[in-house]
């Protein structure tokens, strides 16, 4: 989708985020608070996409208790593929020729504690680069930071800004780990959260502390989230909502309402909640199946309401000879309904390995809107930290995802129709399976590299196409 950039702005954006950068640095010794992964079973807020180990090493030292925050990250992917195995080609296909990209996501972390249960939080970021052709060809992408519309502007933009408010339920408190998204160093322990403004769903739902970073774990986006979950977003991930969380000793209950955008991976948000929205709904249970080890299981549910095709009509105007190939925006204005169901795993199974495990299963007959063309996902793996051999601050992963599409969006993916990810002009369909690897190493004071593999099985789908090897390297800085 192409949107309007304007040329003077964007020729001096990085002249004003590299000023940002420099702020960062100039007080980053002032009073900034560290970023933490956070324990479920301890009760803290969860935070998801941009954080560190416990004790992980930042540039520099950062406060335990100011009433200000500033921190920052910047994440750079290197991946390749090797010439592969190709009958056809079509639109949305990943080039068979070898081909290698770089992306580039970096961070302002912004926050301030208005009172004791008040915060208001703001970040500025700049995504660039590509992804390995613009991100097309794969359901299950190789790397999550890429932005799917390479006509974006390159200039800095508002990530987040969210008001969080704390309602405390009960006297006693829990200590809670300071970070980008709950700037608090105690909350309630039995409360309930409102969060209002704009936010990316996966800071909230669907978290995992194995699987949901692709800054110090892994890249691939069936991996790092369910596939199966069409969260809203506009085509950098975010959306405009309010988020009702209630917390409880070891269970929390939460509700997000917010914005669809106007078309499918569009930057534009429809600002009609009464007609275009969606809901997400997440329980959480804090509870571990092995004595003195930490787990979780959460369930997760989720409508969208949206002017998205249904892929069986798309291919019944096509065999009435009404277009020349399946298009599944090719309707009038109407507003449908796409669900959805995840269950999101994670256990300890040592004091430094955890295993985790999804599963996604969307309806399959709605367009795929927002996140990706995964109408069903099996997801699992283990993450385990470096202190096993005496590197603390390292990790390392291993994960297998299979994912698969209704037969709606088979029989019109098979016609040559497209959606926003995929389309390879004809399919023979198979489950799309990927394994991918990683190991993070640290280098120095908050700078991480970690050298990566995925194998792609049927990218997009297709048996007529692949197998795929794509080899990484990521660089990541945190300030």
Known sequence: MHVHINTAWESRSWIWFGFEVAVLLAFGGSGLAQQAILSPSAGATPFVEFRAPAGAETMFPHSENHRWWISGQMNFIFQAHSPFHADYSGKNSLSPRYEKATSRV?????????????ELLVDIEEAGGTGLTDGLGVAGAPNLDVVRNPCLSKAPYLGR????????????????????????????RRRLEIRFGKFSMPDFFDVNLVGSDTHLQFANWSVDSNGAYDYTADTRGYTVGLIADYEDRNWGLRFGEALMPSVANGMDLVWRPWQVHAENFEYELRRSVIPKRSGVFRVLAFTNYANMGIYRDAVAQFDKGLVSVPDI???SWHITRKYGFGANVEQ???????????????????????????????????GVYGSTWHRRHDRAGLAIVSNAISKDHQRYLAKGGHGFII???????????????????????????????????????????????????????EY
């Open 348 to 382: 300890q199974l040592t004091r430094n390995l955890t295993a985790f495990g999804r599963f996604g299963w969307n309806n399959g007959k709605t367009e795929s809107f927002a996140f990706t063309e995964i109408d069903q996902t099996f997801a699992g793996g283990l």
């Open 161 to 188: 800004g969210i008001l969080h408010k704390v309602f405390g339920l009960s006297k006693d408190r829990v200590v809670n780990d300071r970070n980008a998204l709950s700037l608090f160093d105690e909350l309630p």
């Open 106 to 118: 970096m961070t302002l972390f912004t926050g301030v504690l208005i009172n004791n249960s008040t």
């Open 423 to 477: 389309g390879d002009g004809a399919l023979n369909y198979g489950r799309e399976n990927i394994v991918e690897t990683y190991y993070t190493a640290h280098i120095w004071r908050g700078v991480y590299i970690a050298p990566g593999l995925q194998h792609i099985v049927n990218p997009g789908y297709n048996r007529d196409r692949g197998p795929v090897l794509v080899p990484s390297f990521r660089l990541h800085l």
């Open 329 to 331: 925006t090719n309707h």
